[in-house]
């Protein structure tokens, strides 16, 4: 079956590193997203891409970056980590389908968990 | 004001009642309308999809999407112990939840007693 996974599911890291968080769909869906969710602000948009080679930020991109180089993966890089940056992670995906169908929405990977000390 | 307004509960109700959620939106632009279900520690799962105004039936759920209102609800009968969870409503005026992503609502935390 056709699936969204993310990895790792938990991570801790210190102020300042460099982070990649890991994004893979096998559904071949041209679309991918990057949410984070908080709690008091729910889920917020970090990064999309509508096909490969393209990026395009979101509400909340400031020291976030992506890149797409094939349609199956949509990595997300903190540059250098801050506390604020301390949050769940989802990887989304959807296909532009026919409108008015349930293939035009967005599917969710499991989130990563990350801890920024 | 946010785009999405949606009440964070918690709801507490026991088994077997109707619940009844509901997200407010000020973007006439949205079209395409959306309740995820988020259990703890998972990622969220599509529920129903509604396209434009009207009622979807599927099941023991129901979501309703009044445009003149900017108001959509989602009901859920006979409620059941495993409908406990945080109910999302996201909102997009684009197919696929494109240009722009979904808009999310901030969820409400629903528990439903044996």
């Known amino acids: 079956d056709a699936e969204i996974t993310q990895s790792p599911r938990h991570k801790i890291t210190e102020t300042g590193r460099q982070v990649t968080l890991a994004c893979h769909q096998t559904w071949n869906h041209n679309n991918m997203f990057w949410y984070r969710q908080d709690l008091g602000h729910g889920l917020r948009l970090i990064h999309y891409s509508y096909g490969v080679q393209d990026t395009n930020k979101g509400e909340v991109s400031d020291g976030y970056s992506v890149s797409r180089s094939n349609t199956e993966d949509l990595p997300l890089t903190l540059e250098s980590a801050a506390s604020s940056q301390t949050s769940v992670y989802f990887c989304?995906?959807?296909?532009?389908?026919?409108?008015?169908?349930?293939?035009?929405?967005?599917?969710f990977g499991p989130g990563t968990r990350l801890t920024v000390l | 004001q946010k785009e999405v307004e949606q009440d964070p509960g918690p709801l507490s109700v026991p088994e077997g009642a109707i619940v009844s959620l509901n997200c407010t939106y000020s973007?006439?632009?949205?079209?395409?309308f959306m309740w995820y279900r988020q259990y703890s520690r998972k990622g969220p799962e599509l529920l129903m999809y509604?396209?434009?105004?009207g009622n979807k039936e599927d099941g023991r759920f129901t979501a309703q999407v009044d445009k003149s209102s900017k108001y959509i609800s989602l009901f859920i009968r006979d409620s059941q112990p495993s409908d406990s969870a945080t109910y999302l409503c996201?909102?997009?005026?684009?197919?696929?939840?494109?240009?722009?992503?979904?808009?999310f609502g901030k969820g409400t935390h629903l528990i439903i007693q044996p």
């Open positions: 973007n006439s632009a949205f079209q395409y």
């Open positions: 989304a995906s959807s296909e532009t389908g026919l409108a008015g169908t349930s293939t035009d929405t967005q599917y």
């Open positions: 509604t396209y434009s105004s």
């Open positions: 996201a909102m997009s005026g684009y197919s696929g939840g494109g240009a722009d992503g979904l808009t």
